[in-house]
Protein backbone atom coordinates (compact mmCIF):
# COMPACT_ATOMS: atom_id res chain seq x y z
CA UNK A 1 0.00 0.00 0.00
CA UNK A 2 1.21 3.70 -0.27
CA UNK A 3 0.31 6.40 1.87
CA UNK A 4 -2.59 8.19 1.41
CA UNK A 5 -3.88 5.15 0.10
CA UNK A 6 -4.66 2.99 2.93
CA UNK A 7 -6.12 0.01 0.55
CA UNK A 8 -3.88 -3.37 0.83
CA UNK A 9 -3.34 -4.24 -2.82
CA UNK A 10 -2.09 -7.96 -3.87
CA UNK A 11 1.46 -8.72 -4.90
CA UNK A 12 2.95 -11.74 -6.57
CA UNK A 13 4.37 -14.57 -3.51
CA UNK A 14 6.63 -17.22 -4.31
CA UNK A 15 8.28 -20.14 -2.09
CA UNK A 16 11.82 -19.58 -0.78
CA UNK A 17 13.83 -22.19 -2.43
CA UNK A 18 14.60 -24.90 0.05
CA UNK A 19 17.18 -26.54 -1.95
CA UNK A 20 20.70 -24.34 -1.22
CA UNK A 21 22.96 -25.72 0.53
CA UNK A 22 23.43 -23.34 3.39
CA UNK A 23 21.09 -21.21 5.13
CA UNK A 24 20.87 -17.71 3.63
CA UNK A 25 21.25 -16.43 6.79
CA UNK A 26 23.66 -18.45 9.39
CA UNK A 27 22.75 -19.47 13.14
CA UNK A 28 25.71 -18.67 15.18
CA UNK A 29 25.37 -22.68 16.49
CA UNK A 30 28.77 -23.21 16.89
CA UNK A 31 29.15 -19.52 19.25
CA UNK A 32 26.04 -21.14 21.32
CA UNK A 33 27.92 -24.78 21.93
CA UNK A 34 31.48 -22.44 23.19
CA UNK A 35 29.89 -19.71 25.04
CA UNK A 36 25.93 -20.18 25.15
CA UNK A 37 26.30 -16.25 24.07
CA UNK A 38 25.77 -13.20 26.10
CA UNK A 39 22.39 -12.84 26.07
CA UNK A 40 22.02 -12.48 29.81
CA UNK A 41 24.67 -9.80 30.45
CA UNK A 42 22.58 -6.48 31.75
CA UNK A 43 24.12 -3.31 29.99
CA UNK A 44 24.20 -0.62 32.92
CA UNK A 45 26.13 2.78 32.81
CA UNK A 46 29.14 0.84 34.90
CA UNK A 47 29.63 -1.71 32.17
CA UNK A 48 28.18 0.13 28.80
CA UNK A 49 31.86 0.96 27.97
CA UNK A 50 33.53 -2.05 28.68
CA UNK A 51 30.97 -3.71 26.17
CA UNK A 52 31.46 -1.01 23.54
CA UNK A 53 35.26 -1.75 24.14
CA UNK A 54 34.62 -5.55 23.52
CA UNK A 55 32.84 -4.87 19.92
CA UNK A 56 35.55 -4.89 17.63
CA UNK A 57 32.84 -4.87 14.98
CA UNK A 58 28.65 -5.47 15.39
CA UNK A 59 27.27 -9.11 15.00
CA UNK A 60 27.58 -12.64 15.73
CA UNK A 61 26.66 -12.14 19.31
CA UNK A 62 28.42 -8.64 19.40
CA UNK A 63 25.37 -6.46 19.07
CA UNK A 64 22.37 -5.37 21.75
CA UNK A 65 19.46 -6.73 21.87
CA UNK A 66 15.62 -5.74 23.64
CA UNK A 67 14.90 -7.50 26.77
CA UNK A 68 10.54 -7.28 27.88
CA UNK A 69 9.10 -7.66 31.01
CA UNK A 70 6.53 -9.91 29.39
CA UNK A 71 6.30 -12.15 25.90
CA UNK A 72 6.98 -9.77 23.22
CA UNK A 73 4.15 -9.73 20.63
CA UNK A 74 5.72 -6.68 18.27
CA UNK A 75 8.75 -5.36 17.36
CA UNK A 76 9.52 -2.32 14.75
CA UNK A 77 13.08 -1.43 13.76
CA UNK A 78 14.46 1.69 12.16
CA UNK A 79 17.85 3.49 11.87
CA UNK A 80 16.51 7.54 12.78
CA UNK A 81 19.44 10.21 12.35
CA UNK A 82 21.37 7.58 10.44
CA UNK A 83 24.36 8.83 8.10
CA UNK A 84 25.63 6.46 5.53
CA UNK A 85 29.13 7.34 3.45
CA UNK A 86 28.18 3.72 1.79
CA UNK A 87 29.30 0.42 1.64
CA UNK A 88 32.80 -1.38 0.34
CA UNK A 89 30.99 -3.74 -2.05
CA UNK A 90 27.76 -2.93 -3.15
CA UNK A 91 26.95 -5.93 -4.93
CA UNK A 92 27.23 -8.28 -2.15
CA UNK A 93 24.05 -6.64 -0.78
CA UNK A 94 23.26 -6.51 2.88
CA UNK A 95 20.28 -7.79 5.14
CA UNK A 96 17.92 -5.88 7.62
CA UNK A 97 17.23 -8.44 10.19
CA UNK A 98 14.55 -8.69 13.69
CA UNK A 99 15.69 -11.87 15.09
CA UNK A 100 14.19 -13.58 18.08
CA UNK A 101 16.00 -15.27 21.42
CA UNK A 102 16.11 -19.05 21.19
CA UNK A 103 13.51 -20.06 23.69
CA UNK A 104 12.74 -23.12 24.87
CA UNK A 105 9.28 -22.23 25.32
CA UNK A 106 7.00 -25.07 24.16
CA UNK A 107 8.56 -28.49 24.64
CA UNK A 108 5.82 -30.57 22.95
CA UNK A 109 6.41 -29.04 19.43
CA UNK A 110 10.42 -30.26 19.54
CA UNK A 111 9.01 -33.29 20.64
CA UNK A 112 6.24 -34.08 18.17
CA UNK A 113 9.15 -33.28 15.62
CA UNK A 114 11.76 -36.01 16.56
CA UNK A 115 13.84 -34.29 18.72
CA UNK A 116 14.97 -33.11 22.28
CA UNK A 117 12.22 -31.53 24.85
CA UNK A 118 15.04 -29.00 25.15
CA UNK A 119 15.50 -28.30 21.64
CA UNK A 120 15.20 -24.20 20.61
CA UNK A 121 13.67 -22.55 17.75
CA UNK A 122 14.69 -19.22 16.55
CA UNK A 123 12.86 -16.71 14.08
CA UNK A 124 14.46 -14.11 11.79
CA UNK A 125 12.26 -11.68 10.02
CA UNK A 126 14.35 -10.29 7.23
CA UNK A 127 14.56 -7.90 4.05
CA UNK A 128 17.76 -9.22 1.89
CA UNK A 129 18.88 -6.95 -0.97
CA UNK A 130 20.20 -9.19 -3.16
CA UNK A 131 17.90 -12.46 -2.60
CA UNK A 132 19.46 -14.72 -5.84
CA UNK A 133 16.88 -16.47 -8.12
CA UNK A 134 16.68 -19.90 -6.81
CA UNK A 135 14.68 -22.74 -7.92
CA UNK A 136 12.55 -25.04 -5.06
CA UNK A 137 10.28 -27.95 -5.45
CA UNK A 138 7.72 -25.25 -3.90
CA UNK A 139 7.96 -22.62 -6.32
CA UNK A 140 10.76 -20.45 -7.44
CA UNK A 141 11.92 -17.44 -5.68
CA UNK A 142 12.78 -14.47 -8.47
CA UNK A 143 16.25 -12.72 -8.12
CA UNK A 144 16.45 -9.63 -6.36
CA UNK A 145 15.32 -7.80 -2.96
CA UNK A 146 12.81 -10.24 -0.88
CA UNK A 147 11.21 -9.92 2.58
CA UNK A 148 10.82 -13.23 4.04
CA UNK A 149 10.48 -14.92 7.40
CA UNK A 150 13.52 -17.66 8.12
CA UNK A 151 12.62 -20.36 11.14
CA UNK A 152 15.31 -22.36 12.91
CA UNK A 153 15.48 -25.87 14.84
CA UNK A 154 18.38 -25.57 16.74
CA UNK A 155 19.29 -28.57 18.65
CA UNK A 156 20.70 -29.43 21.87
CA UNK A 157 23.19 -32.44 23.02
CA UNK A 158 20.84 -34.60 23.77
CA UNK A 159 19.61 -35.04 19.78
CA UNK A 160 21.59 -36.77 17.43
CA UNK A 161 22.84 -34.38 14.79
CA UNK A 162 22.47 -36.45 11.94
CA UNK A 163 18.48 -36.84 12.76
CA UNK A 164 17.08 -35.98 9.17
CA UNK A 165 15.14 -32.42 9.50
CA UNK A 166 11.18 -32.78 9.53
CA UNK A 167 9.82 -32.54 6.22
CA UNK A 168 10.20 -29.73 4.05
CA UNK A 169 13.05 -27.98 6.56
CA UNK A 170 16.35 -28.11 5.38
CA UNK A 171 19.52 -29.39 7.13
CA UNK A 172 22.41 -26.81 8.58
CA UNK A 173 25.09 -26.31 11.12
CA UNK A 174 23.67 -28.75 13.94
CA UNK A 175 19.73 -27.53 12.89
CA UNK A 176 17.01 -27.56 10.78
CA UNK A 177 15.40 -24.52 8.79
CA UNK A 178 12.95 -23.31 6.39
CA UNK A 179 11.62 -20.30 4.87
CA UNK A 180 8.45 -18.62 4.50
CA UNK A 181 7.09 -17.60 1.37
CA UNK A 182 9.08 -14.31 -0.20
CA UNK A 183 7.72 -10.76 -1.41
CA UNK A 184 9.18 -9.08 -3.85
CA UNK A 185 10.37 -5.54 -2.36
CA UNK A 186 11.97 -2.54 -3.66
CA UNK A 187 16.09 -1.81 -3.59
CA UNK A 188 16.81 0.52 -0.47
CA UNK A 189 19.72 2.06 -1.14
CA UNK A 190 21.88 2.06 2.53
CA UNK A 191 21.79 5.77 1.91
CA UNK A 192 17.75 5.58 2.23
CA UNK A 193 18.20 3.43 6.20
CA UNK A 194 16.85 6.50 7.49
CA UNK A 195 13.39 6.04 5.33
CA UNK A 196 12.70 2.18 6.44
CA UNK A 197 11.42 0.52 9.23
CA UNK A 198 11.25 -3.85 9.58
CA UNK A 199 8.78 -5.10 11.59
CA UNK A 200 7.59 -8.36 12.64
CA UNK A 201 4.31 -9.69 14.69
CA UNK A 202 3.43 -12.75 16.19
CA UNK A 203 0.42 -14.22 17.23
CA UNK A 204 -1.15 -16.23 20.43
CA UNK A 205 -1.88 -19.90 19.24
CA UNK A 206 -4.91 -20.66 17.71
CA UNK A 207 -7.18 -21.21 14.54
CA UNK A 208 -5.69 -19.36 11.66
CA UNK A 209 -2.46 -17.17 13.99
CA UNK A 210 -0.24 -15.64 11.98
CA UNK A 211 3.17 -14.70 12.21
CA UNK A 212 4.29 -11.35 10.22
CA UNK A 213 7.15 -9.38 9.07
CA UNK A 214 6.42 -5.96 7.61
CA UNK A 215 8.96 -3.67 5.63
CA UNK A 216 7.86 -0.24 5.15
CA UNK A 217 9.70 2.12 2.77
CA UNK A 218 8.62 5.73 1.75
CA UNK A 219 5.20 5.60 2.41
CA UNK A 220 4.88 1.67 1.14
CA UNK A 221 4.52 -1.12 3.31
CA UNK A 222 5.16 -5.05 2.07
CA UNK A 223 4.24 -8.05 4.19
CA UNK A 224 4.56 -11.62 4.16
CA UNK A 225 2.65 -13.99 6.84
CA UNK A 226 3.11 -17.43 7.89
CA UNK A 227 1.25 -19.82 10.18
CA UNK A 228 2.15 -19.14 13.73
CA UNK A 229 2.70 -22.96 14.44
CA UNK A 230 5.40 -23.04 12.48
CA UNK A 231 7.93 -22.57 15.63
CA UNK A 232 5.00 -21.17 18.26
CA UNK A 233 7.48 -18.47 18.55
CA UNK A 234 5.25 -16.66 20.45
CA UNK A 235 5.56 -18.88 23.36
CA UNK A 236 8.72 -17.93 24.52
CA UNK A 237 10.08 -14.26 22.34
CA UNK A 238 11.34 -11.71 25.11
CA UNK A 239 14.35 -10.80 23.18
CA UNK A 240 15.05 -9.04 20.38
CA UNK A 241 18.06 -7.99 18.16
CA UNK A 242 17.96 -5.36 15.09
CA UNK A 243 20.41 -4.11 12.69
CA UNK A 244 21.98 -4.03 9.72
CA UNK A 245 24.07 -7.20 8.30
CA UNK A 246 26.08 -9.13 5.61
CA UNK A 247 23.29 -11.03 3.16
CA UNK A 248 24.07 -14.45 4.28
CA UNK A 249 26.34 -17.11 5.46
CA UNK A 250 27.57 -15.43 8.43
CA UNK A 251 29.18 -12.45 5.96
CA UNK A 252 30.26 -9.42 6.80
CA UNK A 253 29.03 -6.06 5.79
CA UNK A 254 31.97 -3.20 5.36
CA UNK A 255 30.75 0.54 5.42
CA UNK A 256 33.05 2.97 4.16
CA UNK A 257 34.37 5.60 6.84
CA UNK A 258 32.48 8.33 8.26
CA UNK A 259 29.54 6.39 8.61
CA UNK A 260 27.02 6.78 11.40
CA UNK A 261 24.21 4.16 12.23
CA UNK A 262 21.57 4.91 14.98
CA UNK A 263 19.34 2.07 15.75
CA UNK A 264 15.78 2.13 17.78
CA UNK A 265 14.03 -1.13 18.13
CA UNK A 266 10.56 -0.69 19.41
CA UNK A 267 9.34 -3.70 21.56
CA UNK A 268 5.99 -4.52 22.97
CA UNK A 269 4.77 -6.50 25.84
CA UNK A 270 1.19 -4.75 26.74
CA UNK A 271 3.09 -2.43 28.87
CA UNK A 272 4.60 0.41 29.62
CA UNK A 273 7.84 -0.62 31.02
CA UNK A 274 11.55 -0.22 29.85
CA UNK A 275 13.29 -2.98 27.99
CA UNK A 276 16.59 -4.11 29.42
CA UNK A 277 19.25 -3.22 26.86
CA UNK A 278 21.55 -6.88 26.58
CA UNK A 279 24.69 -7.25 25.21
CA UNK A 280 24.93 -10.07 22.81
CA UNK A 281 22.95 -11.25 19.92
CA UNK A 282 21.77 -14.15 18.04
CA UNK A 283 22.41 -13.88 14.45
CA UNK A 284 25.96 -15.00 12.70
CA UNK A 285 26.06 -12.07 10.42
CA UNK A 286 27.83 -9.19 11.11
CA UNK A 287 28.95 -5.72 10.05
CA UNK A 288 32.18 -4.09 10.46
CA UNK A 289 30.71 -0.56 12.67
CA UNK A 290 31.83 -0.12 16.41
CA UNK A 291 28.84 -0.35 18.75
CA UNK A 292 28.56 2.72 20.60
CA UNK A 293 26.37 2.99 24.10
CA UNK A 294 22.24 1.69 24.88
CA UNK A 295 19.55 3.39 26.23
CA UNK A 296 15.94 2.41 26.87
CA UNK A 297 13.02 3.86 27.15
CA UNK A 298 9.23 3.61 29.20
CA UNK A 299 6.27 4.95 27.54
CA UNK A 300 3.77 4.75 25.12
CA UNK A 301 6.28 3.07 22.49
CA UNK A 302 9.31 0.75 24.48
CA UNK A 303 12.57 1.01 23.29
CA UNK A 304 16.43 0.61 23.16
CA UNK A 305 18.08 2.93 20.99
CA UNK A 306 21.66 2.72 20.26
CA UNK A 307 24.62 4.03 17.87
CA UNK A 308 27.24 2.59 15.84
CA UNK A 309 30.18 4.21 14.09
CA UNK A 310 33.18 3.83 12.03
CA UNK A 311 35.53 6.88 11.74
Known amino acids: MSYPDATWKEAPCAMASVQHPTAKHASPVETMRKKRMSQSEHITDDNA ?10 GNGRDYMAQTEGLTTSAIGGFPGTVVSGLVDDAKGYSLQLNTNHPRANASYCAQN ?32 QIYIQDWILLTNNDDVHRPCPAGWQKAADGCYKNSPTLAAPAIPVGNLGLTTLAGYVSTPGSGATDTVILTYMGSAYTVSQPDDTLDIAQGWSQSEFNIFGNANASKLSFRPKTSITVNLQVNDGTTYAPKCLYGGTTGETNNLNLGKCTATEGAMPSIQFTESMN
Open 49 to 58: DSAEDMAAFT
Open 114 to 145: GFHPDCEVWQQFVYSSTYPWQPGPQGVTPEGP
